[in-house]
């Protein structure tokens, strides 16, 4: 599978287990100051700037480990404009999803990070 396919299909995953918890998805891949964000969702009286990573298998560690400093430092500068834009007047959020799924593709489990900072 490629990085593209993979990458839209966290997104979807991601999509469908943030309305199953009662989120509404606002925008996917949203470019904002060169930046993108994978999903804005509303939820709770917060825009939410969700970033999605799928990792298959662990190679490469799991899919929370590949979220470091410099990608949540991005996710602010382009959550800042969506909210702007959206003339929010509350406080807006950083959320992860990850995705990992087992070398066999039998087994995946998502986890949910709110207000990652």
Avoid: C, Q
Avoid at 17 to 30: M, Q, S, T
């Amino acid at each position: 599978m490629s990085t593209k396919a993979s990458g839209e299909l966290g997104e979807r995953i991601a999509a469908a287990f943030l309305k199953l918890k009662g989120y509404r998805i606002v925008d996917a891949n949203v470019r904002v100051a060169r930046r993108e964000v994978d999903l804005v969702v509303a939820g709770g009286g917060a825009i939410v700037a969700v970033e999605v990573k799928l990792r298959w298998g662990r190679r490469f560690g799991t899919a929370a480990e590949s979220i470091d400093e410099r990608k949540l430092a991005r996710l602010r500068v382009a959550l800042a404009g969506i909210a702007r834009a959206a003339g929010e007047t509350g406080s807006p959020r950083i959320d992860v999803i990850t995705i990992d799924v087992d070398e066999s593709g039998d087994r995946m489990s998502v986890e949910h990070y709110v207000g990652v900072t």
